[in-house]
């Protein structure tokens, strides 16, 4: 029996059969990642963004079918539909456009489940349709990661450009969702403690620019990260999250903590809480010392040296905090020595960014 060089033979993808290299000279034109097996396919699949993957269906037959499992729907408009941006374009040819490729690939998908689902409205009237309809399916397929955005497209801001997110949506079960981002979308309080409640691997709540939020409750031991940001409409805001660990707050209302977050490292505050800093040291004490990144931006109509009128007693001690930011709305010189004041509050600070904006100013001076 003749001998075979091992270093002259190769594999063919479905692992059938060894060709020598000289053979395959007679293999141009096998399609032979089609070949592969599905979980393979699947694992490549996943490692593109939703264009690249999307792509992959004019490949072949068991492409096309593949793609129909994918799990993580991002339809960004902007990037799919960059003459959204442009006022050219006339605004009913983008809905049109929009709704039907978000319909169509809905339509396709033949999963179990979906990971990720990201859709975004208000460039087009009359949105409620289409949304409950994809919200239902999202959720009939236990989506784990839910985002409702509206665009922030002034050219194309309407009354009719609104969605409220409704209790009827959500009668089916919704304990499997880890995330849920809306916004620009109005929401009640009683919802989302619904959802705190019944959500019970819920990890991350982000509320952005809710018109009808006007009081909220949030009564979570799971949750990690919170945002509550522009809801003008809020007048109350109480927390117990023992296992908090970041909180971005943009807002009128003072915080009240009814349980001390023991797990919080990153802490951001902006809005009309920030009035003024006695308050905002107040609330922040209890947790200050385990705080490793802050964030405080102080409204444009603050007198500059309110921090130094804090009496000594009342900072607390920043004592692991690595990273500061501070952002100043003043038309007047900034007021070092209280910068200087807090800056000693911080012994391992690591690094520190100045933020002034200046009335006139539409975008802050870093320093």
């Not at 929009?98 to 979906?114: D, E, K, P």
């Not at 102080?298 to 007198?303: R, V």
């Not at 960014?353 to 200046?358: G, R």
């Amino acid at each position: 029996m003749a001998c075979v060089d091992p270093s002259n033979m190769t594999c063919n993808a479905n692992m059938k059969k060894i060709l020598p290299l000289e053979d395959m000279d007679n293999l141009e034109g096998v399609d032979r990642i089609s070949e592969l097996p599905e979980d393979i396919m699947l694992t490549i699949l996943f490692r593109l963004e939703m264009k690249e993957a999307a792509k992959t269906s004019i490949l072949s037959k068991r492409w096309r079918c593949i793609w129909t499992n994918w799990t993580d729907f991002d339809f960004d408009c902007l990037e799919i539909f960059p003459e959204c941006k442009y006022n050219d374009v006339p605004k009913r040819i983008e809905a049109v456009k929009y709704i039907n490729w978000v319909n169509q690939v809905i339509r396709l998908h033949r999963g179990q489940s979906i990971n990720k689902f990201r859709v975004q409205f208000g460039f087009y009237e009359r949105p409620v349709h289409h949304i409950d309809r994809w919200v239902k399916l999202a959720l009939a397929k236990k989506v784990k990661n839910l985002e409702l955005e509206k665009l922030d497209l002034p050219l194309y801001d309407c009354p009719c450009d609104t969605y409220t997110l409704k209790p009827s949506l959500f009668e089916s079960g919704i304990s499997f969702l880890t995330c849920l981002r809306l916004i620009g979308v109005d929401v009640s309080g009683e919802l989302l403690e619904f959802f705190l409640t019944e959500c019970h691997h819920l990890e991350q709540l982000v509320v952005d620019g809710s018109d009808t939020l006007v009081s909220l409750k949030v009564a979570s031991f799971k949750l990690k990260q919170l945002s509550i940001r522009y809801c003008d409409s809020l007048n109350k805001l109480e927390i117990d999250a023992v296992n908090l660990s970041y909180l971005d707050y943009v807002g009128k209302p003072i915080i009240e903590f009814k349980s001390l977050p023991l797990s919080l490292a990153e802490a951001a505050f902006d809005g009309e809480c920030c009035r003024a800093t006695t308050p905002i040291c107040q609330q922040i004490a209890c947790f200050a010392m385990q705080l490793s990144k802050f964030s405080v931006s102080f409204m444009m109509y603050l007198l500059p040296g309110v921090i130094c009128n804090i009496p000594a007693k009342s900072l607390p001690c920043f004592s692991n905090l690595k990273f500061l930011v501070l952002t100043y709305w003043l038309d007047s010189i900034v007021d070092l020595p209280s910068i200087i004041r807090l800056l000693g509050a911080c012994p391992v600070l690591c690094e520190f960014k100045l933020q002034v904006c200046w009335i006139s100013a539409c975008m802050p001076e870093e320093a």
